[in-house]
């Protein structure tokens, strides 16, 4: 009788935990297929994302984008930047881009070898038109 009662207890257990640990497993797998580039946008800007948008007044609105790298290449119309994946992105400048440092900034700032943050539109064609370029101090 008390052998049985143990085994009951045992396979009991053992039921609970497996359980538990499928619904978790279930729960993290419909968690990442409803996890949409804006739902990501939003869950970065709640974990201290606005960084990016505190020298320019104003938090990051749909169709821009931000990204980070290091400028191997720019002319007066375009900047060609190394992602840190290893991947390049063209960025092009307009009239109305923004190079922001400590200090108010020129394109002449922005140099091959350093490291920018970019926030901007994306275009057709996967680069970006800048609307701010960040130079970054590392």
């Given at each position: 009788?008390?052998?049985?009662?143990?085994?009951?207890?045992?396979?009991?257990?053992?039921?609970?935990?497996?359980?538990?640990?499928?619904?978790?497993?279930y729960?993290?797998?419909?968690?990442?297929?409803n996890?949409?580039?804006?739902?990501?946008?939003?869950?970065?800007?709640?974990?201290?994302?606005?960084?990016?948008?505190?020298?320019?007044?104003?938090?990051?609105?749909?169709?821009?984008?931000?990204?980070?790298?290091?400028?191997?290449?720019?002319?007066?119309?375009?900047?060609?930047?190394?992602?840190?994946?290893?991947?390049?992105?063209?960025?092009?400048?307009?009239?109305?881009?923004?190079?922001?440092?400590?200090?108010?900034?020129?394109?002449?700032?922005?140099?091959?070898?350093?490291?920018?943050?970019?926030?901007?539109?994306?275009?057709?064609?996967?680069?970006?038109?800048?609307?701010?370029?960040?130079?970054?101090?590392?």
């Open positions: 009788m008390k052998k049985n009662l143990f085994v009951f207890l045992l396979l009991l257990v053992i039921v609970l935990v497996g359980g538990f640990l499928g619904g978790m497993k729960g993290e797998s419909k968690a990442l297929k996890l949409t580039p804006e739902k990501m946008r939003e869950i970065f800007q709640q974990r201290g994302g606005q960084f990016f948008a505190q020298n320019q007044g104003q938090r990051q609105r749909a169709g821009q984008n931000f990204l980070s790298g290091q400028v191997i290449s720019k002319d007066e119309k375009s900047l060609t930047v190394k992602l840190p994946d290893g991947s390049t992105k063209i960025i092009f400048l307009s009239q109305s881009t923004q190079i922001l440092k400590s200090a108010e900034g020129s394109i002449d700032d922005v140099q091959v070898g350093k490291e920018i943050l970019v926030a901007g539109n994306q275009n057709t064609d996967g680069s970006l038109t800048a609307r701010t370029i960040q130079v970054r101090n590392r």
